[in-house]
Nanobody, 125 residues
Framework: QVQLVESGGGLVQAGGSLRLSCAASGRTFSRYVMGWFRQAPGKEREFVAGITWTGGAAYYADSVKGRFTISRDTAKNTVYLQMNSLKPEDTAVYYC??????????????????WGQGTQVTVSS
């Protein structure tokens, strides 16, 4: 079955960096969009970034544009989220997700069929 396994979360000071990884298995993802979402305590899960598996298109939430970069390694079946200039408001559980291919890249949670278990990112001030 499809598995998405996130890793790389942790505790970092404001201004620091982290790189999250999402290892995907169980099917061919060439016709999928891979996304990162996050959910802070008491808040809705929100879109962070998405990328087509071919890498031809990427899209970011305004709140992370210029600070976060999404990428993928098709040989490793892994998607990454490089997070720089982290802020305390970036603190959340980060989830990897997969959606059937569509453009523009979907940003709604309901468009994504597969989800990982999440990895905690905590940014201290």
């Amino acid at each position: 079955q499809v598995q998405l396994v996130e890793s790389g979360g942790g505790l970092v000071q404001a201004g620091g960096s982290l790189r999250l990884s999402c290892a995907a298995s169980g099917r061919t993802f060439s016709r999928y969009v891979m996304g990162w979402f996050r959910q802070a305590p008491g808040k809705e899960r929100e879109f962070v970034a998405g990328i087509t598996w071919t890498g031809g298109a990427a899209y970011y939430a305004d709140s992370v544009k210029g600070r976060f970069t999404i990428s993928r390694d098709t040989a490793k079946n892994t998607v990454y989220l490089q997070m720089n200039s982290l802020k305390p408001e970036d603190t959340a559980v980060y989830y990897c997700a997969a959606a059937p291919f569509s453009l523009p890249i979907p940003t709604m949670r309901r468009n994504y069929d597969y989800w990982g278990q999440g990895t905690q990112v905590t940014v201290s001030s």
